[in-house]
């Protein structure tokens, strides 16, 4: 197995009085795309949050081994770790290009960025149609590429993506993931996905977790969990 990215150690996070995850331990190895999956309540759009330094959090997360717990979450994206929220996040009275341009904020290659501009178009196609309309209105499946395409203009190590399939039609969930597997691949981005949609993030994951209202219950390869029946019956259906 490949080295860890990212490592969490007793990750404990919570808002206000009220403790959300109860000591998490996991390790994503590089290069890896791994699904976190649970109920809605058990802790997972927390957890992203708690690796960008957005909720209050105790324990330790360490990115390539360097310390990243108490970073303000904007020196967190500075070394490659860009976030996907749910619900988008699209700056929607900004234009597509301009939204793409303020994912690359962080950095200062100028002939890079238009390379990734032109990449993002490859990626998706609907996007070079709309580059120049008003981002709030695209339809839901073009925002949510748009968001995916805005974090990837940061060139991120880590990609976290917090439920892209939600509210989506099947055909622009598929279409998305198809370009999650192709970044994964072929610029060796890591991935760590939060999604409801469990038979399709296993599907598409090498590993998985299973969080239970704050708590890691079950990890393994993907392959291993959807051949499990507790696993089939509980979250997948069958």
Same mark, same amino acid.
Not at 16 to 37: K, Q, Y
Not at 47 to 64: H, I, K, N, W, Y
Not at 153 to 182: N, T
């Given at each position: 197995?490949?080295?860890?990215?990212?490592?969490?150690?007793?990750?404990?996070?919570?808002?206000?009085?009220?403790?959300?995850?109860?000591?998490?331990?996991?390790?994503?190895?590089?290069?890896?795309?791994?699904?976190?999956?649970?109920?809605?309540?058990?802790?997972?759009?927390?957890?992203?949050?708690?690796?960008?330094?957005?909720?209050?959090?105790?324990?330790?997360?360490?990115?390539?081994?360097?310390?990243? !717990?108490?970073?303000? +979450? /904007?020196?967190?994206? @500075? =070394? $490659?770790?860009?976030?996907?929220? *749910?619900?988008? #996040?699209?700056? !929607?009275?900004?234009? +597509? /290009?301009?939204?793409? @341009? =303020? $994912?690359?904020?962080?950095?200062? *290659?100028?002939? #890079?960025?238009?390379?990734?501009?032109?990449?993002?178009?490859?990626?998706?196609?609907?996007?070079?149609?709309?580059?120049?309309?008003?981002?709030?209105?695209?339809?839901?499946?073009?925002?949510?590429?748009?968001?995916?395409?805005?974090?990837?203009?940061?060139?991120?190590?880590?990609?976290?993506?917090?439920?892209?399939?939600?509210?989506?039609?099947?055909?622009?969930?598929?279409?998305?993931?198809?370009?999650?597997?192709?970044?994964?691949?072929?610029?060796?981005?890591?991935?760590?996905?939060?999604?409801?949609?469990?038979?399709?993030?296993?599907?598409?994951?090498?590993?998985?977790?299973?969080?239970?209202?704050?708590?890691?219950?079950?990890?393994?390869?993907?392959?291993?969990?959807?051949?499990?029946?507790?696993?089939?019956?509980?979250?997948?259906?069958?």
């Amino acid at each position: 197995m490949a080295a860890p990215l990212l490592e969490v150690r007793q990750l404990r996070a919570g808002y206000g009085p009220t403790e959300v995850l109860h000591g998490l331990d996991f390790a994503i190895p590089e290069g890896s795309i791994t699904a976190l999956l649970g109920a809605n309540g058990a802790g997972k759009t927390t957890t992203l949050r708690a690796l960008c330094g957005m909720v209050r959090t105790s324990g330790e997360v360490l990115f390539e081994g360097q310390r990243i !717990t108490g970073k303000s +979450t /904007e020196d967190i994206v @500075r =070394l $490659g770790v860009a976030h996907v929220p *749910d619900g988008r #996040g699209t700056f !929607t009275d900004l234009t +597509t /290009e301009e939204n793409l @341009r =303020l $994912g690359a904020y962080a950095r200062r *290659d100028r002939a #890079g960025i238009a390379q990734d501009y032109e990449r993002m178009y490859r990626l998706f196609p609907i996007l070079a149609e709309r580059r120049r309309q008003q981002a709030g209105t695209l339809s839901g499946g073009q925002q949510q590429m748009l968001a995916v395409a805005r974090a990837l203009m940061l060139r991120p190590r880590l990609l976290l993506l917090d439920e892209p399939s939600f509210g989506l039609a099947p055909l622009v969930v598929k279409e998305i993931f198809e370009v999650m597997r192709e970044i994964n691949r072929s610029q060796q981005v890591t991935i760590l996905l939060v999604e409801q949609n469990a038979a399709m993030a296993l599907r598409l994951a090498d590993h998985a977790h299973l969080l239970e209202t704050g708590t890691i219950v079950r990890s393994g390869a993907s392959r291993e969990l959807m051949d499990d029946d507790a696993v089939r019956r509980a979250y997948l259906g069958y």
